[in-house]
Structures are given as structure tokens and as C-alpha cells.
């Protein structure tokens, strides 16, 4: 199974499928924040999309997890902000994921690698695996409105602490894998 190994991602799912499905998907007004399971809180953003080019529109909710390694993605951050602060290659990879949820209409998965080089010479590299899950939000209507965007990051060498990965600072190599339908 997919989702098996990150517990986190695996609540989020099944908090998703025990949501109310108005419209074959739920609808975010009808989302009790008190009923958000605690694992998965830390890890959250709930992000308003903006249909017409696939892009984030803006961040409405940007649990303590992603606030400590993406330090520059506060709530309130639209998508011209998201933009400057990333880097082309990575805004296109999440126009492209937010294009697959939006079009599928179903959870997506999908892992990223950002491979930075050592604290210190002559150590191996610091590799911090990025497991994302995306789950579409109506808003009364038929159409995806909003995502809920939950993501664990893991690095190889936790000496480094939160790290600024938007943009990739110098000597940061990313790879992005496919995405896969977690519905």
C-alpha cells in the first residue's frame, strides 16, 4: 500500500474519506477543526486554488511542521508571494500536481529529494526525503476550491534543523517523483 509506511500521510487519507462528500468530494465549509486528527495537524496547509492556471492561490492554514522547515510560507502567503520565494522548476511542479488533484479529483501522493551538501567537510550528503499528499475541497460546488496539503519531511542528518528549501540554495540537488493517485 502506498500510503503504508507514513502514518501521517495514511491519516490524512482516511480523515479525507471520513469526511461528508456533497459533491463527490468534500466540501471545506464543512470541516470542524477540533475533528482534524492531531498526527496530521503539524503537517497541514490548506491552500485555495486558483483553477485557471492550476496555481496555489493562498495559504489558509500552515501547521507548525511546515512553518519550522519552509520557514518563509506563513498563512495569509498568496500565490504572486509563493512564486518570488520559489524556485521555476518547483512552482511548475506543483502547478502540475495541482493540476493532477484538480482534474482527478482524488487524494495524489508524491515524494520529492532534496540531496545538500555536508555540515561538515568530508561527511556524506544531508538527504531529505519531501512525501506529500494532496486532497481536493469543494466549496459548495462541483469544482476544487481548496486542498489540503500534507506533507513529512525527514532528513538523513537531523543536525540540520529547519532549512529553507524554496528556492534551492546552492549545491541543492532536487529530484521529483511521479504522482500517484491515493483515492
Known amino acids: ?32 477543526a477540533a475533528t482534524i ?36 510560507l506563513p498563512e495569509g502567503l498568496d500565490a504572486r508571494a509563493f512564486a518570488e520565494l520559489a524556485d521555476p522548476v518547483y512552482t511548475h511542479y506543483m502547478r502540475d500536481l495541482l493540476a493532477e488533484v484538480i482534474q482527478r479529483r482524488k487524494p495524489v501522493y508524491c515524494k520529492s529529494v532534496y540531496t545538500l551538501p ?28 481548496c486542498t489540503i496539503i500534507v506533507e513529512t519531511l525527514t532528513a538523513s542528518d537531523t543536525r540540520a534543523g529547519p532549512i529553507r528549501l524554496l528556492p534551492p540554495e546552492p549545491g541543492v540537488t532536487v529530484s521529483h517523483g511521479p504522482f500517484e493517485v491515493a483515492g
Open 1 to 32: 500500500m502506498l500510503l503504508a509506511a507514513n502514518p501521517v500521510l495514511q491519516a490524512a487519507r482516511d480523515y479525507w474519506r471520513a469526511l461528508p462528500h456533497p459533491v463527490n468530494i468534500p466540501d471545506f465549509r464543512l470541516i470542524d
Open 37 to 72: 486528527p492531531r498526527i496530521i495537524l503539524p503537517h497541514m496547509i490548506i491552500a485555495e486554488v486558483n483553477r485557471g492556471n492550476f496555481d496555489l492561490g493562498r495559504f489558509r492554514l500552515c501547521g507548525h511542521e511546515i512553518a519550522r522547515w519552509f520557514r518563509t
Open 118 to 145: 555536508p555540515l561538515e567537510p568530508g561527511e556524506p550528503d544531508n538527504v531529505i526525503t519531501a512525501e506529500r499528499l494532496v486532497l481536493p475541497l469543494a466549496d459548495g460546488a462541483t469544482a476544487v476550491e
